[in-house]
């Protein structure tokens, strides 16, 4: 089945499901093919109506998702930030390798006051 089915499929069902309101149907249905034409355009994309159609149908599941999730009531939901309530492993900060700066600068090309200096690359 092609992607652009999927997702007209999706949205249809999406938009026919008793829990969305009717300002998010709405809201997704303000999205139309000229607004999908000019957006290409200030995007640079070159589109034609099959595509934009595909596009609006995308863009309007997309708006849908969004619309039910803000529907979630969230209130009583501390913020994450990790999914799993994962905790990042932190160690000593030392020194695990020697200074070579001596080394490496020894063998550059040009330095000069303890710096690289490299030719001009841009004009």
Request: hydrophobic letters at 45%; charged letters at 25%; glycine letters at 4%.
């Amino acid at each position: 089945m092609c992607r652009g089915k999927v997702i007209i499929l999706y949205l249809k069902k999406t938009l026919e499901a008793p829990g969305l309101s009717r300002e998010a149907q709405a809201i997704t249905m303000l999205l139309s093919l000229d607004d999908v034409r000019r957006i290409a355009q200030l995007a640079r994309l070159q589109i034609n109506d099959t595509e934009a159609e595909q596009v609006l149908a995308q863009l309007r599941a997309i708006f849908a998702l969004i619309d039910e999730l803000q529907a979630v009531d969230t209130r009583g939901v501390d913020p994450m930030s990790h999914a799993q309530g994962a905790a990042l492993r932190l160690r000593e900060d030392q020194v695990s390798e020697p200074d070579q700066r001596q080394l490496f600068q020894s063998i550059a090309p040009q330095v000069e006051a303890g710096l690289y200096l490299v030719p001009k690359v841009i004009e």
